[in-house]
């Protein structure tokens, strides 16, 4: 009886082109073993892999696509190369896999069937901003996108500031890039001036701001910093 | 003026021994430069280092110690380095700093004295067992130990259980580890039988374990997994 392949989980960069400064050299090691990926975009994939040393023979490579348009039956199909022994890369587009990421549901699907998953190491703009906030890291929650209506998302802004307060648990979020400035004024406006806001652009690049002030201070900087059309996490604390 | 150094975050590994297995390549070219480290136990520190490049000049090197002992007004000294133009490095015992890990108190305090912190790459078992769970990666919140009185643990568990159904948000808790086995047998008579409990043990070690089955399908599983004295995260979802 032929051995089950696993489904490796494997984290791409934040942006940035030098793997080898995000990514451990074993990642490198069990990616040009691996010659079947589940990938996002496939342009992006190819881009990786060929990066991360499987030049040369990406055309060998079998790629399923996993994205909003992939539905459920697809996916399980897409595990049964694992049962025919072979292992699977389920590739990120960008950080790592499942986390404010596509990937759960075959994740999921694995899990039930009892394939053995394995998580490699890569960067999270999660992980990342919350160790360089100064933010809890023994109570936190990330909770993705807030709502869009302006209302509902000062609402929203309040809860999660309560939480703060009532749990002592610090509350990550994320907004569609071209409304970060949006969302940092809605937080400026809603939060307690002492309540203290994170903000986390472009981890791990060379542009990488990661700054905490509290609501007030903020509020009284002279110049504003720009937002738009930058990768960011908002996290807030007290 | 003296240019100010840096508070670089710096992940260990979760107790294997191959860092490059582990920790991009760039993390031990930062480390190399570093001369100041703030650890939490001396040996654990320089073995770290030892094994990371900086061999030959252990012994060189300036270390503070972090730890419970610590007081706030001891951590304000140690930032002065930086300000000397110094890097330091804030170095973790087993995983990344500042997460489920001392560490948050000092890089609150460079934050506010517009120290700028940068968070390396490393292992997370909060972020890699949420990866391998298949649980929603897109709402999380890891809370830390649940209470160790067995009510008010039972009742915490009935909590976060409401959270998973009520905000469909993935609850993440870790356990003493000589209480794992009462911990596991805590969930398993709490939670509701189709929920869904994920064990994630010893992650990125030769004996890795992770795994996820509803609460009535554990209790059929014949031979019983020991948690006792095994680094494990629990997660629970729907």
Request: with cysteine; net charge neutral.
């Amino acid at each position: 009886m032929k051995q089950t392949g696993k489904l490796y989980l494997i984290p791409n960069s934040l942006g940035s082109d030098d793997l080898n400064a995000i990514l451990p050299q074993e990642n490198f090691n069990i990616i040009k073993n691996i010659q079947t990926f589940i990938v996002e975009n496939l342009r992006t994939a190819r881009r990786f892999l060929s990066k991360a040393g499987h030049s040369g023979n990406i055309d060998k490579l079998d790629f399923f696509i996993l994205n909003e348009h992939t539905n459920t039956n697809e996916l399980s199909d897409y595990l049964e190369t694992i049962k025919q022994g072979k292992d699977i890369g389920l590739l990120s587009d960008a950080g790592v896999p499942c986390v404010a990421d596509p990937g759960a549901d075959i994740v999921s699907m694995a899990q039930n069937q009892g394939i053995q998953v394995v998580p490699l190491v890569g960067p999270s703009s999660i992980l990342m901003g919350l160790m360089a906030s100064g933010f809890n890291g023994q109570n936190f929650a990330f909770v993705g996108y807030l709502p869009r209506e302006q209302s509902e998302r000062n609402k929203r802004i309040k809860e999660l500031e309560t939480r703060v307060y009532k749990e002592e648990q610090t509350q990550l979020f994320i907004e569609t890039p071209y409304r970060n400035n949006q969302m940092f004024e809605s937080l400026l406006g809603q939060c307690n001036p002492e309540t203290k806001v994170c903000v986390a652009c472009e981890i791990s690049l060379e542009t990488e701001y990661i700054v905490t002030h509290k609501v007030k201070d903020w509020k009284k900087l002279k110049t504003k910093i720009d937002l738009k059309k930058r990768n960011t996490l908002f996290l807030i604390y007290k």
